[in-house]
């Protein structure tokens, strides 16, 4: 995942032919920032969205789980609500279990009751969730 966010967030920011601080302003983050994600780092969910919102490209495309650049339906920003809803929806259509996952070592056994108060993991678990019950991370974050 995080080669091909690297890759496809490096080629999207190249087309766009903006300074790192240009675009850092534009999307109203640190400039700094940038040069980390080009070279690997993985943005917050919160900051993924925004690059995504820039380019109007789905989260999912830009971390390689679709080649659809973009969902007809989608919305900008996110809805904290969506994500422990899809979550467990995700379980449900998967018959398995947020203790399963974490024996995997995909999420963290104690994390769930978080979630429920309206927080969000890091991005990296929400990308192994998506990925391992073959979810959206659109979907898991209210864009679609």
Not at 11 to 31: Q, V
Not at 35 to 51: C, D, E, V
Not at 55 to 79: A, R
């Amino acid at each position: 995942m995080i080669n091909k966010f690297t890759e496809i967030f490096t080629d999207l920011f190249n087309e766009t032919e903006l300074s790192k601080s240009k675009f850092a302003k534009t999307i109203g983050i640190d400039h700094k920032r940038i040069t980390a994600y080009l070279l690997g780092s993985i943005p917050t969910p919160q900051t993924i969205i925004k690059i995504c919102d820039f380019f109007k490209c789905s989260i999912d495309y830009i971390v390689g789980l679709t080649e659809e650049f973009n969902y007809t339906s989608i919305k900008t920003e996110y809805n904290f609500d969506c994500f422990i809803t899809e979550y467990q929806k995700l379980l449900n259509q998967n018959n398995t279990n947020h203790f399963t996952l974490s024996k995997k070592g995909l999420v963290n056994e104690s994390s769930l009751s978080w979630w429920k108060k309206g927080h969000l993991p890091q991005f990296e678990v929400i990308y192994n969730i998506a990925y391992e019950l073959g979810g959206s991370i659109d979907k898991l974050l209210g864009r679609i």
